[in-house]
């Protein structure tokens, strides 16, 4: 039984999502992703995702919940917050970098829905979360962030998080997108995923854009976010360096006048 809970994000481009909760309703996180809560909500470590279907197999049901997060790079454990008060209390959770946080009601959307690894932010208790394998072994060794998704499995929400934009494309049967393998945020069940060489010498060498496409092919509907965080990282590093050398002053016509007479 998946909890039903209600919900309310805030912000535009630091979002967060404050969720409440009835009496003894339970939403599951990621580890880390709590920003505050309400003095009745309390706290839960737990082994794998928390859903019936992990229960229902015992030890070897959550060895299993586990083991699927950590193949796709995430915790071992999650956190459960559960209303213990005898009103509605709320408890929010942030989103890890500037992007837009989407609730996502898995039962509208066939029960199923594919996601990259790091979308995943949080869910009402019962949504089970898997791993979900491309079909190609192309994509595995040249898809890049779209080699291991994330399944999440029910019919309640799930909140997952994107950066930048996110546009929500919607494909015909036989529909082709190509997109940057990272700018994928989630997918519904029926879209086909796989991945295509840009081709040509002066692509390859000069174009920029990297080696391969993800292309998704309908029927479905895609998510697709404008600043994946790995494109955002690259930024940071590549100019880090340049950061490291320049002044406090830097900016200003002090600091550039001080910097002649420093030599």
């Known amino acids: 039984m998946v909890h039903e809970i209600d919900y309310k994000i805030h912000g535009n481009e630091m979002q967060f999502v404050e969720i409440v909760l009835d009496p003894k309703e339970t939403v ?70 500037p992007g837009k946080i989407l609730p996502m009601d898995i039962g509208a959307l066939g029960g199923s829905l594919i996601c990259q690894k790091d979308a995943f932010l949080c869910c009402a208790k019962g949504i089970s979360l898997g791993i979900a394998f491309t079909k190609r072994i192309g994509a595995g060794f040249f ?6 998704l994330q399944k999440l499995e029910g019919n309640g929400l799930a909140f997952i998080h994107g950066g930048g934009t996110i546009v929500r494309r919607t494909l015909m049967p036989g529909q082709t997108l190509k997109i940057d393998t990272g700018c994928l945020v989630a997918m519904t069940k ?61 900016g200003s016509i002090l600091g550039g006048i001080s910097n002649l007479f420093e030599n």
């Open 143 to 148: 898809g890049g962030e779209g080699f291991i």
């Open 190 to 250: 029926n879209v086909s995923y796989d991945i295509q060489f840009v081709g040509g010498i002066k692509n390859t060498v000069f174009g920029g854009e990297g080696l391969f496409f993800a292309t998704l092919t309908g029927p479905g509907d895609v998510w697709i976010q404008s600043l994946p965080f790995s494109k955002l990282a690259d930024r940071v590093i590549s100019a880090a360096p340049q950061l490291a050398g320049r002044t406090k002053d830097e």
């Open 28 to 97: 599951v996180a990621e580890a880390g992703a709590m920003m505050m809560m309400d003095n009745s909500i309390t706290m839960e470590t737990i082994f794998g995702d928390g859903s019936e279907k992990s229960k229902s197999g015992g030890l070897f049901g959550k060895l299993g919940g586990a083991a699927k997060r950590v193949i796709t790079g995430e915790s071992l454990f999650m956190t459960a917050f559960t209303n213990s008060g005898y009103g509605r209390e709320s408890v929010a959770f942030a989103a890890p970098y």
